[in-house]
């Protein structure tokens, strides 16, 4: 993966993985808070390189494998969801994230003939269970 967030004013600079886990892992420190949830609006994050990065920061992240649709998350539903219940956990709002995309994506799919339903991908993954990934895929890489 080489990185997210193409800044066109300053020669395409990207935000890539290792400068994402600074910037948070900094965030942590000065807050001394682990997130509940970090989440990705964005294509292609939902990689174990992305994760093993941002595996000691969050407890969650939502993020996608493929290419997201160009009408994005539902930030209402979510909102709304976080509003309601602002002490739930990442996985609580993680579970609320993809199900509110998925409806969304089929109320779009529609109007743009999308195939959401085979088209998109989000998940909810519990960093817990990064480390132990790690080392199953590892000897497999080497």
Same mark, same amino acid.
């Given at each position: 993966?080489?990185?997210?967030? +193409?800044?066109? *004013?300053?020669?395409?600079?990207?935000?890539?993985?290792? !400068?994402?886990?600074?910037?948070?892992?900094?965030? +942590?420190?000065?807050?001394?808070?682990?997130?509940?949830? *970090?989440?990705?609006?964005?294509?292609?994050?939902?990689?174990?390189?992305?994760?093993?990065?941002?595996?000691?920061?969050?407890?969650?992240?939502?993020?996608? !494998?493929?290419?997201? $649709?160009?009408?994005?998350?539902?930030?209402? =539903?979510?909102?709304?969801?976080? &509003? =309601?219940? $602002?002490?739930?956990?990442?996985?609580?709002?993680?579970? &609320?994230?993809?199900?509110?995309?998925?409806?969304?994506?089929? /109320?779009?799919?529609?109007?743009?003939? @999308?195939? =959401?339903?085979?088209?998109?991908?989000?998940?909810?993954? /519990?960093?817990? +269970?990064?480390?132990?990934?790690?080392?199953?895929?590892?000897? *497999?890489? @080497?």
């Amino acid at each position: 993966m080489n990185g997210f967030g +193409k800044d066109l *004013i300053f020669n395409n600079d990207i935000l890539n993985p290792l !400068e994402l886990k600074i910037a948070l892992l900094t965030a +942590k420190v000065f807050t001394n808070t682990t997130f509940e949830l *970090i989440g990705f609006d964005a294509c292609l994050m939902s990689s174990l390189e992305v994760a093993s990065h941002l595996q000691n920061v969050t407890h969650y992240m939502v993020s996608s !494998e493929e290419v997201e $649709p160009s009408w994005g998350w539902n930030y209402t =539903a979510i909102i709304q969801n976080l &509003t =309601a219940n $602002p002490e739930q956990s990442g996985r609580s709002l993680g579970i &609320t994230t993809v199900d509110s995309f998925v409806r969304h994506s089929r /109320d779009f799919s529609t109007s743009e003939k @999308f195939g =959401a339903d085979k088209q998109i991908t989000l998940a909810v993954i /519990d960093m817990t +269970k990064i480390p132990q990934l790690i080392k199953d895929v590892t000897p *497999i890489l @080497f």
